[in-house]
């Protein structure tokens, strides 16, 4: 039996991205049409031949979301009867990750039911980029690869200088300390947290630092970046606790409503992001920094089409 041949395709939530992938590969993207009917339904059509083929849908769940999300799993229903061997959803960011259990009574779990739309969509894998909790996998009943973007922003700051014992790592809140734990052991760095208290929806109050951040050159780590509230509130208290400057770093830059506005006027040096969620020119800074996670997709899908081990890649990518 021959190989099945390696196809990339992508909806309209980040082509840059997947055309950067694509071009990691050294193949070309895929021919499809993505678009909308007159009524605003999607419409999508395979434009060449995928029978047989290993299918990978780069489709990040970024905003607008619902479009985004309905593009993926409308092409993944074209692919899967187009008779495609196996289809991959790239998700590099995966939207509605936040909703991952009830906060309060009578609010949907709407993470989980993503994940079901997904699956009854027809995916057979899906392959994301620091998913906002780790237990979002246990929602699929398939094959899902958690890739860890905190290397290459790591690997940014430490050649920045950034890396000694006067360097002191952050976590917003408690639910981020294992992530700032690997960073902080990453850049050879100190570790700190934030108490954070959360009234409302998209907004929060810091209530203490545990940690010494006195002196220290500060690297603020989360996952995401929304309205840049939490991140910004941490900077100042940083800075009123003495901190010598702040740094911040996130795989995901969401960058809704007010947040360029809270960044720019923030005392944060210099905000460190991947591509996982495309920046329009109105979205960037001069303090922003944009790394490409196209060359770790790229290992991950030919890793996953070669059906070699994904773990080892992550181990990889950590050391």
Known sequence: ???????????????AL???VADELGIPLGDILVGRFSDGEVRVQIQEN???ADVFIIQPTCPPVNENLMELLIMIDAFKRASAARVVAVIPYYGYARQDRKVRPREP???KLVSNLLTVAGA???LSIDLHAGQIQGFFDIPVDNLPAGPLLARYLRDKGLSNEDVVVVSPDVGGVERATLFARMIQGGLAIFAKHRPDVNKSEMVAIIGDVKGKRAILVDDI????GTITQAAIAL????????YACCTHPVLSGSAVERLKESPIKELVVTDTIPLPPEKRFDRLKVLSVAPLLAKAILTIHENRSIS?????TME
Do not use: C, H, W, Y
């Open 124 to 126: 057979d894998r899906i």
């Open 18 to 20: 997947a055309q950067a």
């Open 1 to 15: 039996m021959p190989e099945p041949s390696l196809k990339v395709f992508t909806g309209n939530a980040n082509p």
């Open 109 to 111: 779990i709407s993470a």
């Open 239 to 246: 800075m009123e606790e003495g901190a010598a400057e702040v």
């Open 312 to 316: 080892a890649l992550i181990r990889e």
């Open 50 to 52: 995928v029978r047989g």
């Open 225 to 228: 970046v929304d309205t840049a």
